[in-house]
Nanobody, 115 residues
């Protein structure tokens, strides 16, 4: 079955960097655009970044210039480099893809940036 497994979250100080990874299995990874979302308790999930099958990238306005998404089709992995982290970016970060069965989500990885 399709599985998405995020890793790399943790507790970091404001201004620090962190790299999140998402390993995908059970699907032909290179055929699908991949997204990173984040969610704060009580709020809707927010789209952070998208990378297409050809490698084109788009970012949500709050992270432009600080975050970078990339993919490695050979390793079936999508990564999110996060720089200059802010306390308000404390959230659970999820990777996502959509196939003909619908939305696929990982379990999420917690990123905490204290005040």
């Amino acid at each position: 079955q399709v599985q998405l497994v995020e890793s790399g979250g943790g507790l970091v100080q404001p201004g620090s960097s962190l790299i999140l990874s998402c390993k995908v299995s059970g699907i032909n990874f290179k055929l699908f655009p991949m997204d990173w979302y984040r969610q704060v308790p009580g709020k809707e999930r927010e789209l952070v970044a998208t990378i297409t099958v050809s490698g084109s990238v788009t970012y949500g306005d709050p992270v432009k210039g600080r975050f970078a998404v990339s993919r490695d089709n050979a390793r079936r992995t999508v990564s999110l480099q996060m720089n200059g982290l802010k306390p308000e970016e404390t959230a659970v970060y999820y990777c996502h893809l959509k196939d003909r069965s619908g939305d696929r989500w990982g379990q999420g990885t917690q990123v905490t940036v204290p005040q």
